[in-house]
């Protein structure tokens, strides 16, 4: 079975650029859900999608972080502009009931 | 709502002596609980999960963990620690399809 896919898994770019990230879940795994890791901390629940809905997005910084799962299976998140602070590991997950199961991460540096 | 605290940031054994990672969980219900373990530039991997069945866990790579109510304790532990277990560990809990990391600690091993 193939895992939580992503790309790309590492990105530098300066403050004030925009950035994309891709996921594409594990088959037939409805829920997903985008996490931010800063270093040296575990990570945070930015938003979370059951099939092409928002479920809980409450922690996503909304003027900047956007993220969309239009047909219910892959993801995207963007943020626009970055700051320095947004600097961290981006990580997606999908689940089957409770069990979450993680992609690589995106490795973001913002300049 | 569903808490859990990992009372070691860091913790350092000599490689075939016991590893002992402690989590103290906070929940007013009956909780599923995990642990992750995340090697270096890599994403979080499933070690062992807990969902109200039985009380001890074996999870993968030889790690078990002992859900203890009274204590409200989910440590993992391993008898003999080996190099390749040096990475950074992180229990959570499970509400709503949500997952709350602890804060990680990271294993280091001693050749």
């Known amino acids: 079975e193939a895992g939580v896919a992503q790309s790309p898994r590492y990105k530098i770019i300066e403050k004030r650029q925009s950035v994309a990230f891709w996921c594409n879940p594990i088959?037939?795994?409805?829920?997903l859900y985008w996490y931010q890791q800063i270093l040296g901390q575990g990570p945070k629940l930015l938003i979370q999608?059951?099939?092409?809905?928002?479920?809980?997005d409450s922690q996503l910084p909304k003027d900047r972080f956007s993220a969309e799962r239009l047909k219910g299976v892959d993801s995207t998140l963007k943020i626009q502009p970055a700051k320095l602070e947004d600097s961290a590991v981006y990580l997606c997950a999908s689940s089957h009931q409770e069990t979450q199961y993680f992609g690589p991460g995106t490795r973001l540096l913002v300049l | 709502a569903q808490s859990v605290t990992q009372l070691d940031s860091h913790v350092s054994v000599s490689e075939g002596t016991p590893v002992l990672l402690r989590c103290n969980y906070s929940?007013?219900?009956?909780?599923?609980l995990f642990w992750y373990v995340q090697h270096p530039n890599k994403g979080l991997q499933l070690l062992l999960k807990y969902t109200s069945a039985a009380t001890l866990v074996k999870g993968i790579n030889g790690f078990e963990a002992e859900f203890k109510k009274s204590e409200t304790s989910f440590h993992l532990t391993k008898p003999s620690a080996h190099m390749s277990d040096a990475a950074e560990y992180f229990c959570?809990?499970?509400?709503?399809?949500?997952?709350?990391f602890g804060k990680g600690t990271k294993l280091s091993v001693i050749p």
């Open positions: 959570s809990g499970a509400g709503s399809y949500q997952l709350t």
């Open positions: 088959s037939g795994h409805a829920t």
């Open positions: 929940s007013s219900y009956s909780p599923s």
């Open positions: 999608f059951q099939n092409n809905g928002v479920v809980d």
